[in-house]
């Protein structure tokens, strides 16, 4: 039930996104100064932005490069955080004080402000974000995974199977495999929703994908001048950032079996 | 309970570790600090330049060179390396190239405002996190804590900018209960404490449930149900110790992830902590600021995780590792 | 036995109703919510917000801004920029402008008691030109001043009178020294050093009585000022960077006002305008948004294609929806903040037509030409927005475009990566000589090391002879030409005009504002 619940909305999320540009006859990217800020009508939905463009197909197209990006970041950092994690828990000794030697310190490094002063490093654009982004995002897999590898490992049954001679790799696949992979898997999912977060919050301090692309923070970072004169700016890129994450949050409490 | 003697020795032998530990955090600052010394001077444009142009004004190249050499910007990368660890050492940050106040103080003069605002925010967001865990893990089908975790996981997947902009416009200026920003009240700090907790909260509250979860399903917690301790006794005392490792180490990841959202939050509030000065100093390229910032970041996480990680030894005894 | 709760599909909808409500219910209270803020501050009190620190601390060379009211300088600007007496009663210029003389007012008194006489004005000016260069929060000063002084030789206290002697004819001293670079504050304090041994000590109509920096500060009425005694006995000054908290703050009735460069946003403007409980005042300013050719390289090397993307350029649709109304299209090189300088008859026409015959004849370029902007200023205009808007009609007339966003714009345009740089410059005196000193002649740093490939021996001509002329008319007709240059080679060319709309509550009464953001705060008062 639960994981229908949130996975038919994250399916309906990514379906808006991708169908919406598709479908619409508004170039989300084209600016029209005849046509600024018209209210919502048949031809634009949920009206104009302030430099004339559909709000409804930006919304949208911003939710494509947002989803994207927060997705192939999730992926980069789930694979070296759980690598990392289990190469550690396993290994314990020096892999495992590599890795809390490299945690500490990609934790201790403040991530957004990091991530602002690279741009000045980087100059705005995708690699920066990502070159940002990963170095924040793996450290919260790979201790997930490296608790529970150990504690997987210290688990009776585990201690048992190999005081009667099993391998390091049957005990890894057969015994402590399964206990990761689902603190890795809630941690990715729980990934998902903080780089979307933190990427639309770059974007919002005005560090974001480089224009014509623009994702939902720079959506909401260019409405809020006009949060008062015309709410429904903000609102749109919002309501869409709020239901993603909702939905991304109970896809990770399904994943969980919670 | 045979607990005093096992503490005891778990402190001496405890000792070296927290020795070790020690050491890797002072490694980590430093690479740390070669680090931001790099990422801050390798960052192109030229400060001098940008310091003579602020309001708008073109300088000439003769004040360029002169302003450069004032500020040692000429020297090789190395030696302005070591000058600034020497005096960082010293415990002089060196002075802002805005307005060549002394960036230590200005940082001493910031951190209460910081940890006041982070603290208060832990406050919230632990206190929320805990009591409605624990609610949901020992009544599932009880409705208050139903809403109340309903409502928290919907706040916690709206990014703090949108909370803090929604809250200024809702309770600020359409309410006018509390102020917009700023610290010129007592009060001024709800908001934005607010806003930083309430993030900090979803994502505890999600782990936390997970963890009582499965602790709760746990041989030795089954055991001492079985022995007829009460519902409420084993999810509050032996579950929740059983899910507190996790629940630390997730809490240091989410005390760094508060000081990385405080630079937002107190963007947003016009809140005086280091975030805003950070993020004002980034803007205007004021380098001594930024590395100051970023290294005393380093310093204030690495510290914190270090402890968490002995707390998170002393409360599971399975890793303690002196076996059970 | 195992507590597995799961979540019903009625849970689902309830959770999203629930979020959806959340935020629908906030947006709507956000779009009307004006209710609270009744304001009502006692007389003697007031409260502003302003997007910077207005007091930048005693090692800046001025401490607190002009705006504060808290020094005066010897000249001061009009709402045109042009010089007008403040502690100067008037000057004037012998040895074809080699030598100045400021006589001095006579009846003004420091904060601290002490005379306002010749030697402390003069000690003053002298400590700037020590200390130079040097940074500062507001205008950075140069080695040896010359953007305020040119080549100073002496510097003398005469009665009554300052009088500074320069190696080369200066036509415009006043212009040039008005407003920052030439603050006069008490002698008494400055440390030997320059810095300032305390608070500033100066003759205005406040004087500063507390800041804390990043925070606020707090003005009290100068009981030493020669002038009628401010309305306000006291003032204080908050600092809200954030443009969305500052017009919080001033809807939810916590500041009675914003001013300073930058106070509202052009977007934030038609609301607050709209709204009968505020008082929105807009002047023209001397800021100007300017586009900068890369013309050392194709495709902007060539004239035509200048002129075709000059002419694709909807200036006026820029300055009515993107900048809501807060800047005039562009026309003359220097804006109207000028006055009579800027030449009039300049105007750049909108012709998408005649662009796209242009890039026809011209041949369109293959690769995509770079329309580069700061993230620096990103925030404090819609660049983005605008650069998109540019790109569209480059695109129309055939040029294709791409827009780039860098924080190290310096680093790109020495490199030569870009066509098109939009930025918004200002100038800190009264003195259009420095624009055009400064970016387009054409040995100008700007101009050389931006590879703008400006080189033109009669513009540099022009501009050199109108610096020395002290006639004033033939001075304008020289600038005049000087911007007809401009207008026909496009080097670089003004895209608006920019205002600097500042805002009190309909309570306050009296808010003025010069070209260069400075608001007489002495002369606001309570309305009725």
Known sequence: MTRRGGAALFAAVVLFCLLTPLLSPHDPYRPDLARVLLPPSAEHWLGTDQAGRDLLTRTAAAGRASLLFALTVTAVTTVLGSAAGAVAGLARGRPDRLLGFAAMGALAVPGLTLALALTGVMGAGYGTLLAALVPLGWVSCALAVRTAVRQAAAADYVQATRSIGASGFYLLRRAIAPQVIGPALTVASGDTGRMLAAATSLSFLGVGPPPPDVDWGGMVNEAVPLLVAAPQLALAPALALTVTGLAIALMADALRGV | MPARPRRVASAVSALTPALARTARGLAVLLVVSVFTFLLTVLAPGDPAEEILRRG?????????????AELGLDAPLPVRYLRWLGDVLRGDLGDSYADRAPVAAEIVSRVPATLWLAALA????????VVVAVRTVLRPHALDGRIALTLIVAAGAVPPYIVGVLLISVVAVGLGTLPTGGAGSPVAVVLPAFTLGLAGAATLLRLLRADL???????????????????????????????????IATASVV?????????VVETLFSWPGLGQYAVSAIRQRDLPVVQAYVLLTAAGTALLLTLADVCAAWADPRIRGSGT | MVMRHTYGRREVLTRLAAATALTVLTASVAACADGAGTGGSPTARLTLAAPRDLAAGPRDPYFVHQSLGVWEPLVALDERLRPV?????????????????????EDVVFSDGSPLTAQAAVTSIQRLRAIAPRQSAYFSLDEGMEAAYGELTRLDAEENAVVFTLAEPVADLPAKLAGFFSMIQAPSAFTTGGDFAGDPVGTGPYTLASWTKGQRLELRANPRYRGPRPAYATVEVRTIPDANARVAALRAGEVDGLFDKGALLPGQVTAVAADPRYRVVQTPSALTHYLTFNSSRPPFSDPRLREAADLAIDRAGIARTLLAGTAAPGGAFLSPAFGDLAAPGITARHDPARARELVAAAGAPAEPVTILISSAETGQFPYTDIAEVLRAAFEDAGLPARVEVTEATKTAMEAGRYDVFLSAYSVPNGDPDYLFRRFLRSDAAWNVERRLGYRDTTFDGLIDRAAATGDAARRRELYHEAQRLLAADRPMTPLAYQANPVVTRAGVRGLTQTASYLVDLGRLEPAG
């Open chain 2, 56 to 68: 708008g004004t073109q300088p000439t190249p003769g004040s360029v060179a002169r302003l450069r």
């Open chain 2, 122 to 129: 832990s406050v919230i967001a632990v206190t929320l996190a």
């Open chain 2, 255 to 263: 005390a760094a992830e508060l000081l990385a959202g405080a630079v």
């Open chain 3, 85 to 105: 007496p403040a502690l100067a009663t008037g000057w004037t210029s012998a040895e074809q402008g080699r030598k100045w003389t400021f006589r001095l007012r």
């Open chain 2, 213 to 247: 979860v499965s602790a709760t399903r746990q041989p030795f917690v089954v055991l001492a149900r079985a022995k007829g301790v009460s519902t409420a006794r084993v999810v509050a005392v032996h579950a929740l110790r059983a899910a507190a490792p996790a629940a």
